[in-house]
């Protein structure tokens, strides 16, 4: 008998084919021209956003100042070094709340009275050593061309020439913590590198001639307060001036520094700068970064929503939260969402001494740079 035997059976491997990745959304380039304008994010915004209460504004004032009394008091009568560390880093804030304060009459958001805005913004920083009208102007050309690299004005990026010109020291004052946090007076008088002028001098390159009547008038204020605080460390003694108003001063002048440090430095993807016919208003406005400060955020006055204000510095303070809500949607990846905070934003040291690290200058050519480092620095 003859059986049938079935041939072995044999697996012909199938040919192979590449395996299938998965494909990686583009980054996002946050210097690309957004698909929006400057009317459509104001079109998003509530109309009740851009009203002004001057009661409201000055229900602020009267609350800080009130605070600022009460803890110079209570500091000076329980007069305890366990105490007085606390009172320092109380007072400095508040210190820096009343500058806020100052700074919103200065942009016309604290209330439609030119006059009253006037009154405050002396009383606020005149009290804080800053000459209001000075800052002022100054600050005006700030929001007028923020994210320009050759025009702005605080905290721009320094192009390589320029930082290659510096010495060692200016460079270190500028980009060393903590010596860069204590940078703000020493920028009152002379402004930064590779500007000139003083926020103090009539004739200074920030200022045109029908200004210096308001300079002077600022400079005269600061100056009446600076004589008060020498004639009062006569009466109460240098120790007691030192401790109740020196130390806080220098607080306040950190939180100033590092605040409007991190609003335009420290994201975790450096933020573009323009120039040229990459620059407009609302390109430079959207490189700003909003952070938010934990307690803090209530007591500063919500400073934190910087994108929004940057773009419409008419907007009350305490209005800016809901104006942000309302923008995000048109803003889309265009708005950089901030990190949360604890009660205390111990999160912003890690990119404020990043930034330091690596963020040195920008190029001297392209409308569309981005810090780079100097690995000899």
Known sequence: MVRNIAAPLTFVPEPETPLEQEETPEEFDASKKPPFTLSDIRAAIPKHCWEKNQWRSLSYVARDVAIVFGLAAGAAAVNSWFVWPLYWLAQGTMFWAL????????????????????????????????????????????????????????????????????????????????????????YLWTRSPGKSGSHYDPKSDLFVPNEAKD?????????????????????????????????????????????????????EKKVPWYRGAEWNYMRGGLSTIDRDYGWFNNIHHDIGTHV????????????????????????????????????????LVEPLLKSFKEDHYVSDTGDVVHYQTDPNF
């Open 215 to 267: 300079v002077i008038t600022s400079t005269t204020c600061w100056a009446a307060m600076l004589a008060g605080l020498i004639a009062l460390s006569f009466a109460i003694g240098p120790m007691w001036m030192f401790k109740l108003y020196v130390v806080p001063y220098w607080v306040n002048v950190v939180w100033l520094d590092a605040v409007t440090y991190l609003h335009h430095h420290g994201y």
């Open 99 to 186: 500058f806020v304060l100052g700074h919103d009459c200065g942009h016309g958001s604290f209330s439609n009275n030119k006059t009253l805005n006037s009154i405050i913004g002396h009383l606020t920083h005149s009290s804080i050593l800053v000459p209001y009208h000075g800052w002022r102007i100054s600050h005006r050309t700030h929001h007028q061309h923020h994210g320009h690299v050759e025009n702005d004005e605080s905290w721009h990026p320094l192009t390589e020439s320029t930082f290659k010109k510096l010495d060692y020291w200016a460079k270190f004052g500028r980009l060393k913590a903590p010596w860069a946090l204590f940078a703000y007076p020493f």
């Open 308 to 347: 929004v204000h940057h773009l419409f510095p008419q907007i009350p303070h305490y209005h800016l939260i809901e104006a942000t809500e309302a923008v995000k949607p048109v803003l889309g990846q265009y708005y950089r969402d901030p990190k949360k905070s604890g009660p205390m934003p111990l999160h």
